[in-house]
């Protein structure tokens, strides 16, 4: 079947530090990959998406390239602000496995410093 | 723009009771999922909507759960009678247009439904 396995939290950073938030999949088909962001008290938020090998998904700084060969799609972001603390799931739609739901990993929590 | 919103914000009920969450979509979109967080842990996939049909369920969505678009408009998640470990956020999603996946459809998703079963 398919997963999504993601870092443990919580992440704890500084302001201004640079992020990587691994995420690694099993898919039986051809996944689109995403990255959904929530923040404290609100649901899930579209961050960035790639649906195919060497896509580079891209948003208010955050960016995540899809590697086929190494099957991930880690999330990183060159100076993390206060703000950007929150939860980040990674997330992939296997359509070509038969499975129209998205299957999402545990969640990372960033929290950032000032 | 909000994608779609939920009510109620929040429910407690007691254990055995039937609860209604309702998801209405700011427009006429055709796919339409549920899923819920237990505190603490991943968001799962329970069920997916097209065409006033499932399309897709999991291991989740037992005979407790039912879902409906009663009046062509609100999208509702029903469970029959709660228990303890349906205490949970609960979320409604809709795609732009076909299944998520297809060209990387997104999924946009509602605020959710905190679900406290006492």
């Known amino acids: 079947g398919n997963s999504v396995t993601q870092m443990e939290g919580p992440v704890t950073l500084s302001e201004e530090a640079f992020l990587t938030i691994n995420c690694t999949y099993t898919?039986?088909?051809?996944?689109?990959l995403f990255w959904y962001v929530q923040y404290p008290g609100e649901g899930l938020q579209l961050l960035l998406k790639?649906?195919?090998?060497?896509d580079k998904g891209s948003n208010k700084g955050f960016e995540a390239t899809y590697r086929k060969e190494t099957t991930s799609f880690h999330l990183e972001k060159g100076s993390v602000q206060v703000s950007d603390s929150a939860v980040y799931f990674c997330a992939l739609s296997d359509l070509g496995g038969g499975a129209d739901g998205l299957t999402f990993g545990k969640g990372t929590h960033l929290i950032i410093q000032p | 723009e909000p994608e779609v919103t939920q009510t109620p914000s929040h429910q407690v009920t007691q254990m055995g009771q039937e609860v209604i969450l309702r998801c209405v979509p700011i427009s006429n979109h055709l796919y339409f999922y549920w899923y819920r967080q237990i505190l603490g842990q991943k968001v799962e996939f329970l069920v997916s909507f097209y065409n006033n049909e499932i399309s897709e369920k999991s291991e989740i969505f037992d005979d407790q759960f039912s879902v409906e678009r009663p009046d062509g408009s609100n999208f509702t998640l029903k469970i029959r009678s709660t228990k303890l470990e349906d205490s949970a956020m609960y979320f409604c999603a809709r795609t732009q247009g076909g299944l998520a996946g297809l060209g990387g459809n997104e999924q946009f998703f509602g605020p959710g439904t905190r679900l406290t079963v006492l």
């Open positions: 790639a649906t195919k090998a060497d």
């Open positions: 898919a039986t088909g051809y996944p689109s």
